[in-house]
């Protein structure tokens, strides 16, 4: 028999908590609780529900299947996931609007072929995109459907399983497990459970789309990362043609490579690391830098862009695209300190072209190198790469990989400055006077 009891859900982390409070007690987010219905189940004796028999199995009886890893077809798809595709595998697969997913997603089922779930589109209208791709639309089913329970039958009495199932988008899907309504917390964590468990049970392949919130996490609860085996993540700027699919989690595989794609008219195309060129050749410009960043196992050139402007508010502002805001507010202060020059005043952009965004901390010398040609008014050098971490005191350390970046850079007719403090940029732009 169902009981439901009125409990207070966080949004953020996906904790339920008796009672409401302004700060989740787990996550420390501020007015995150969100009432809702909980679901117990119990038993006629008043005891928890029991199933009739229960099975251990050893792992010393569980005899692998060569089948058990399915390929995309996609290199770089496969590179990110590992070597591809696990049976009984969740993937949930996120993204901002208009970047490109369903382009990707649906690229990958040409390939294999499966079940596409459509809670936000048409047969009509992926149709459309099928046929504008190029790929075999015999490999499509769509099944137009927003009820998890709608989807879970056509799944238990299907005779012929498809291999692959795409879920387009979890917070469109609703189950009459929970109330509230599409994309609430309850009815995400809910109808991930229920797809969860069914793909465990049949031994399909899912991949869960989910939609980005403007500070760029996945809506919903933060649980539903935490239910899935893998987090993948399809970012790059739109008014570019650079794609980059992350992976935060796996517990297949690796969780520290990238897949690099192109946007061209015929959908995205594969970039191997040879044909990556994010830095127009020959061109010295002032406030430009150069720094060989690792992405995932492979080394990358960009061009990491600074204005240096005199501030006329009572507040100067600091704007920073592709790398992190408290990483860049620190090296603000590392050049106001170590290079003596005055930021107090001056208004401090700096960008990444291309549209990625750098985590790399090898990036941090280019960074302050751009900043400081931007205020003296000097070029760097057009062949000059910067590669180095920058500590609180102006050091410069060396990074990871650091013969793969310089080999690189070799590679392109560049050459890596090393320097031991960022007070020897002073020395590069009074040599170029």
Not at 196 to 208: D, P, Q
Not at 262 to 280: A, P, Y
Request: aromatic share 6%; with cysteine; net charge positive.
């Amino acid at each position: 028999m169902k009981q439901a009891e009125r409990v207070f859900v966080c949004a953020n982390c996906g904790n339920e908590f008796n009672k409401w409070s302004g700060q989740c007690p787990i996550c420390k987010e501020w007015n995150s609780l969100k009432e809702t219905k909980s679901l117990k189940f119990e038993s006629r004796k008043g005891g928890r529900v029991r199933r009739e028999r229960v099975e251990v199995v050893s792992l010393g009886s569980v005899k692998q299947k060569t089948e058990e890893i399915f390929s995309t077809q996609i290199g770089e798809f496969d590179r990110v996931l590992g070597k591809g595709m696990v049976r009984g595998q969740v993937i949930l697969f996120a993204g901002e609007p208009g970047i490109g997913k369903s382009t990707l997603i649906t690229q990958l089922m040409g390939k294999v072929g499966g079940l596409y779930v459509a809670g936000e589109e048409s047969a009509g209208q992926i149709s459309l995109r099928v046929k504008r791709l190029g790929l075999d639309i015999n490999k499509f089913g769509v099944l137009e459907s927003n009820s998890i329970e709608e989807l879970v039958d056509f799944l238990d009495r299907v005779t012929n399983l498809p291999k692959l199932v795409v879920v387009d988008s979890i917070q469109t899907m609703v189950t009459e497990a929970t109330t509230g309504i599409a994309g609430s917390v309850s009815q995400v964590r809910e109808a991930a459970f229920k797809i969860i468990e069914i793909t465990k049970r049949l031994g399909m392949i899912t991949i869960i789309v989910g939609q980005v919130t403007k500070e760029g996490d996945i809506a919903g609860p933060k649980l539903l990362e935490h239910m899935v085996d893998t987090v993948l993540y399809f970012e790059g700027d739109k008014n570019s043609d650079l794609r980059i699919l992350r992976v935060t989690k796996n517990r297949f595989g690796p969780t520290d490579e990238v897949g690099i794609f192109k946007m061209t008219e015929k959908g995205l195309m594969e970039v191997k690391g040879e044909e990556i060129s994010l830095v127009e050749d020959g061109k010295d410009k002032v406030g430009s830098a150069i720094a060989a960043v690792i992405e995932g196992t492979r080394p990358m050139m960009v061009e990491i862009q600074a204005l240096v402007t005199e501030c006329f508010g009572p507040m100067p502002k600091r704007v920073f695209s592709g790398i992190d805001y408290n990483r860049g507010q620190l090296l603000v202060a590392v050049a106001q300190k170590v290079l003596g020059v005055p930021l107090y005043k001056y208004d401090v952009y700096v960008a990444v072209t291309g549209g990625i965004r750098v985590e790399d901390t090898g990036a941090d010398l280019a960074v302050v190198a751009a900043m400081w040609s931007s205020y003296k008014e000097k070029s760097l050098g057009a062949r000059k790469v910067f590669v180095g971490e920058v500590s609180l005191l102006g050091e410069v350390k060396k990074v990871r990989r650091w013969e793969k970046r310089t080999n690189e850079a070799k590679a392109l007719g560049r050459e890596v400055v090393e320097m031991g403090n960022v007070r020897e940029l002073k020395k590069i732009v009074d040599d170029r006077s």
